[in-house]
């Protein structure tokens, strides 16, 4: 077959085709009525956890159509907080990711039981953390401080760490971390962007300790180098140190 | 059914009670304190659990027969509330009052068309609410309330004049005389200068507002700070000569170090000099929130509720007039702090 009877072929495909579009157009639903459909479905603990998130995608589309949306969300809402409290895991993060964004309390309020272990673990502890360090209102920084002295998890505690980056009465605990060489890296690197944003000046002094210090690693010095420079910081103390092959 | 595990047991009782009274409470002071941003009910929670909380207490005190006593508290949700509950809760308020100032009907109804984005529903039988127990939406329970306030036969029930509806037994304004007990407090401003209370407010008139970076109701610390832009041009444009004070003081002053202050003022168009300022406190805040009884109240970390608050001083220290919970227009603050000065100036 040469090329141009190719092409022939294709474009009478394709004319086939677009005439059997346009005699009998898809019929496609109004989004009320997809929407129905999917709180029902997110509501539905016999459909597969596939379908429901599946559900939560198609109705967290609809809300960005705002007012089109409006009256069905306290349906949603309410499928939402039922979900997080579903057996499927992949669920139960899919929901509560969509609820923390809404800041909602009856998820806040999970999550932190969660992690005392009052009530059923809904999520790894780092992930629930993460979740909670969205909300700078959220008042977890007491149980990101307990989850932190309990945790040798190293995404654990660095989440923690992340958590208690809103909390001004944590700038101390926070430089401790970054400057702590027996801490894990990851997690003074934590500290460290934490620190920045909480209380600038003192990570500015902090930071320059470790600049200073010929025994601490590279990639923390590069870290809080870099934090520096962004900061607008000469960095004529950033200095080559010995490295070490510590692997904390 | 309340859980006394969330609530403090005695105030669990409290509202146990006054959820079986059905309207025989009257007026108390006491009970409307739970009201007040900086109840110890409400210290080191979550913001938005304090909003569930302080709704489930003011819808029970509506219950409860203190509806017309807590219509400032609705009056303030109406006006600036972003929670479905509290607003329901408001809705209530309204509902069951005696009274209702003159042009809720617009209030209400702009309440509802911040809900649209955030509806759910809402339960007021039980704290914590569990999922599935509420029967009625916040924007239900709204239009009900505008169903009484506006009915359509065009009937209406009694209604107070602005000035007069809603002032509770628990809220004088100012709440208090002077601010000559703070002189010798430390406040640092925008550029990180530091001087006392007594050197940036002494001896002349002053308008101090309160506020902090990382509010996150629009109609609260941005508009303010936004107002006192406007307040200032305003001031100096009507009396060049003008010495007065015009300062945004903040709640959060752990968090907001100069260089926050600063980006936050020129965001909003705040112009930074000498008479125009945003501080904080270098020492503990709690000395001016107690001295000055401002409605704030914190979280673990932040401030997990306030009411909007404005103070107008004179040149000795006196607090001459305030503003509290309410929006408020620069236009009508630029007049008050002019006449201040104006006063003055007539008196020497």
Not at chain 1, 112 to 121: C, D, H, K, N, V
Not at chain 1, 196 to 204: A, K, M, S, T, V
Not at chain 1, 223 to 232: I, P
Not at chain 2, 185 to 194: A, F, R, S, T
Request: charged content about 25%.
């Amino acid at each position: 077959m040469n090329v141009k009877e190719y092409r022939r072929q294709v474009e009478a495909r394709l004319a086939a085709r677009a005439s059997v579009s346009a005699a009998a157009p898809v019929a496609t639903k109004p989004p009320e009525q997809t929407w129905k459909e999917a709180i029902a479905q997110l509501s539905d603990s016999s459909a597969s956890a596939e379908t429901r998130i599946h559900a939560i995608q198609l109705l967290q589309a609809g809300t960005f159509l705002g007012r089109q949306f409006d009256p069905f969300r306290a349906d949603y809402i309410a499928a939402l907080r039922a979900a997080i409290l579903d057996a499927d895991i992949s669920l139960r993060h899919s929901a509560l990711d969509v609820l923390v964004d809404f800041g909602d309390e009856f998820a806040r309020q999970k999550l932190t039981e969660s992690l005392r272990g009052i009530g059923a673990q809904l999520l790894p502890a780092a992930a629930a953390l993460g979740l909670l360090a969205r909300d700078d209102h959220g008042s977890a920084s007491e149980v990101a401080r307990d989850v932190f002295t309990n945790s040798t998890d190293v995404p654990t505690r660095a989440q923690a760490v992340r958590v208690l980056g809103s909390d001004p009465t944590a700038s101390g605990f926070l430089a401790r971390i970054m400057n702590d060489k027996d801490e894990f890296r990851e997690v003074r690197r934590a500290g460290a962007v934490a620190l920045r944003n909480l209380d600038p000046q003192l990570f500015r002094t902090k930071a320059a300790e470790i600049l200073d210090d010929h025994t601490d690693f590279k990639d923390i010095k590069a870290t809080v180098g870099g934090a520096l420079e962004r900061a607008g910081q000469a960095l004529d103390r950033f200095r080559s140190a010995r490295p070490s092959d510590d692997t904390k | 059914m309340i859980d006394a595990a969330v609530l403090p047991r005695d105030v669990a009782a409290i509202l146990s009670d006054l959820a079986s009274a059905n309207g025989s409470c009257g007026e108390s002071p006491d009970l409307l304190r739970l009201m007040r941003e900086d109840a110890p009910i409400y210290r080191g929670k979550a913001a938005s659990e304090v909003e569930r909380l302080r709704a489930f207490i003011m819808a029970t005190l509506a219950q409860a027969g203190l509806a017309d006593a807590l219509m400032p508290y609705a009056i303030e949700e109406f006006e600036t509330g972003t929670s479905p509950y509290p607003i329901a809760a408001a809705a209530r308020v309204a509902r069951a009052a005696s009274m209702r100032p003159e042009g809720i009907a617009e209030l209400i109804a702009g309440a509802i068309e911040r809900l649209r984005p955030i509806n759910e529903f809402v339960h007021f039988d039980t704290y914590p609410a569990q999922p599935g127990t509420g029967s009625m939406t916040a924007i239900a329970e709204a239009m009900e309330t505008l169903a009484v306030v506006r009915p359509k036969d065009g009937s209406t029930r009694r209604t107070a004049p602005h000035c007069c509806a809603g002032h509770a037994v628990a809220e004088p304004v100012p709440a208090v005389r002077s601010i000559a007990g703070l002189s010798e407090l430390e406040l640092q401003n925008q550029d990180g200068k530091c001087a006392r209370f007594g050197e940036l407010f002494g001896g002349r008139a002053s308008l101090i507002a309160f506020f902090y970076t990382r509010c996150m109701n629009p109609d609260k610390c941005s508009r303010t700070i936004s107002q006192l832009a406007e307040v200032e041009r305003l001031v100096r444009e009507a009396l060049p000569q003008s010495t007065a004070m015009i300062a945004g003081v903040s709640y959060d002053p752990d968090y907001d170090l100069p260089e926050r202050l600063q980006r936050y003022g020129t965001e909003r168009r705040l112009p930074f000099g000498e008479q125009c300022q945003l501080l904080r406190s270098t020492g503990p805040f709690a000395a001016i929130r107690d001295g000055l009884q401002l409605g704030v109240g914190y979280g673990a970390s932040t401030v997990n509720r306030h009411r909007i608050e404005l103070l107008l001083v004179d040149q000795a220290g006196g607090a001459v007039d305030a503003n509290a919970r309410r929006l408020w227009e620069a236009q009508e603050v630029a007049n008050a702090l002019i006449a201040i000065e104006r006063n003055a100036l007539s008196a020497r």
